[in-house]
């Protein structure tokens, strides 16, 4: 716990800074986060290593869990599922091998702020997303007679693909939970906007060629 709050300190205290200035600032924040990422609780707390980098145990069981918690609500089997992680498991490890290859060159980069900034913008907005759907997750949930409609619709192209009854039921809840998703998340921005004061500056738009 101790770490997390460590690295959330560097995270909200450096960030901003980042922000504001150029990439030296986001290169000193981003060393200081990836220290303190890699700084191990326990010597033996990780899951692999590449040259001399030891991805702690914690990104792996995190992500496990997020997956795990995904798939509750759908009927996979039990080898569907291990298949399922041990993808999830093979793209982690491929992904953090090229980090601690490159993960220097990034510090290098002229984008490196521009691209910390799009990152931290697309996180907040998953995590704004998420928390509201936890307040209400019955509304991208479909009702019988929505599954009943599509199915009705769509039948002959399900059964076109080869899928079996189960599948086919499983893939029309995916999607018409995907669409109600897409719809809900729609209003809830309408709701946002009508709340919220956004106020452009009028002379960075004509500069942007923005209307």
């Known amino acids: 716990m101790k770490k997390i709050y460590i690295i959330l300190g560097i995270v909200l205290a450096g960030f901003s800074l980042a922000f504001a200035q150029k990439n030296t600032v986001a290169r000193e924040v981003l060393e200081q986060y990836i220290q303190a ?15 001399d980098l030891k991805f702690p ?4 069981a995190y992500g496990l869990k997020v997956l795990d918690e995904s798939l509750k609500g759908n009927k996979v089997s039990k080898e569907d599922r291990q298949k399922i992680r041990q993808r999830y498991i093979d793209t982690y490890v491929d992904q953090s091998m090229i980090f601690a290859l490159s993960y220097k060159d990034l510090l290098n ?22 928390k509201q759907i936890q ?3 019955q509304a991208i949930v479909p009702t019988k007679q929505e599954i009943d ?7 002959a192209r ?6 079996s009854a189960s599948q086919i039921k499983d893939y029309t809840e995916q999607e018409l939970k995907q669409q109600k998703l897409q719809l809900w998340t729609q209003e809830e921005m309408k709701k946002v906007k009508a709340s919220t004061k956004i106020k452009f500056n009028k002379a960075i738009k004509k500069e942007l060629g923005i209307r």
């Open 158 to 163: 399900l059964i076109s693909l080869g899928l």
């Open 149 to 155: 409609e599509y199915y009705a619709k769509h039948s």
């Open 109 to 130: 980069s002229d984008e490196l702020d521009y691209l910390m900034q799009e990152f931290f913008r697309q996180a907040a907005a998953q995590i704004w997303l998420e």
């Open 37 to 51: 990422w890699f700084s191990l609780d326990d010597d033996n707390d990780w899951f692999f290593e590449v040259n």
């Open 135 to 137: 307040k209400n997750p």
């Open 57 to 60: 145990k914690q990104g792996i």
